[in-house]
């Protein structure tokens, strides 16, 4: 045995300077982490559980011999990503990454799979929200602003490009307010322009600031382009978002409150824009002007927050409302009900369609309308994902027909849709008049009026 100068041997010597090297390690280890620890880093890994992949197969049409004029099918596997803006599993993505999908399949950072269904979608600003059910409440994205951006700030893309899930780019705000023509179906007005790499599957997931926070949507990438991305700024998407989740409430308890964001970034509570005439919202006593500043046990701080805390909700919950009035304090007791536009024929038609109709007295349809048409119904509302919606019916227009059957009456409607032979007819043609103009489309219409009847009386 080799024996050192201090009568110890070797082999000792070095296991004692291994051990003493070793007590330095967790320092240095430390050190060398808290330096990686930047602000991107943190970023993502504050976000990351809130962030969703999402992949489902569309069929596209397509043309099975070059100028043969025969249309055909094919199947393709279409990616995307999404955001969580409500524990309960509701999820803000684009528009055109469900379009078309049966089966829409989410997988979260856990590597846990879910299957969503819709819940409401806007394709003129492409946006669309689902819903999963996990069984434990969901992380959600924090979000920020987008109306203090500056161009040349960093900022980081998290979403699945090229179904490589939660993959993470960063770079800068390149430019604001950029109106981009992606097609010929799909123009987008006032978009953050950046150079952090979008690429395919991207869309719908969150761009992101360094303190972690969500300041736009990731939405398209310019074709032929290098270096060039656009996200839709998370103000308007809020919006959006509101709106549909505003909507979408509405359909199963009725509340009659329509609600918009306090300027200012630390107001609490959000604004009572209007008050529906006869709603529960009206006879609880809530007025235009009033500030709701908790619904229950939540403090809401935006819109968003208000509509989200009635998603779920049933006719005949009583839900307590905290109120700012003339700088008082007040509470209220909301009693949610069914809407009467949503019951006996006229709930059946708006379930089965997404048309809420009028009838029209044959003077007034004469005084205003020069055509052929005996008479028709005033459409009053059209529901935001329904068929009626997307063949782009408005408020406004007057439904003269359907199939080979005028619509004078809602007692007419409803022989269409009562039909045994509807599946057959399906899709129904439609005429609507439009000022002095005659329009027409085909709804699409797969449900009877006995299962919609059946629905909106549950």
Known sequence: MKVSSFGMPT???????????????????????????????????????AVVNIRGEKTLPTTEAAGSGVEGARRVNGMGTGVAIDPRGYILTNHHVIDGVKEIQVTLADGNRYMAKLVARDPETDLAIIKIDPPTPMPVIPIGRSDDLLPGETVIAVGNAYGYEHTVTRGIISALHRAVQVSEAQYYEDLIQTDASINPGNSGGPLLNEDGEMIGINVAVRAGAQGIGFAIPVNKALDVATRLLADYTQKTAWHGVKAADLPGAEAEGVRVEAVEEGSPAAQAGLKPGDRITAVGDEKVRRALDFYRTLLERKAGEQIPLVIQRGGQSQQLALNLASHPRRSGSA???????GLELKPISEETFKQQYKTRYRGGLLVAAVRPDSPAAEQGILAGDVLVGMHIWETISLENVLYVLQRPDLARISPVKFYVLRGQETLYGYLPVVTTVAQASGRSSQ
């Open 11 to 49: 082999s000792c010597w070095v296991l004692v300077w291994i051990y003493l090297w070793g007590i330095g390690l967790p320092a240095e280890s430390a050190e060398s982490t808290s330096s990686r620890m930047s602000p991107i880093v943190r970023a993502v890994q504050r976000v990351r559980p």
């Open 347 to 353: 709930g059946a038609i708006w379930e089965t369609l």
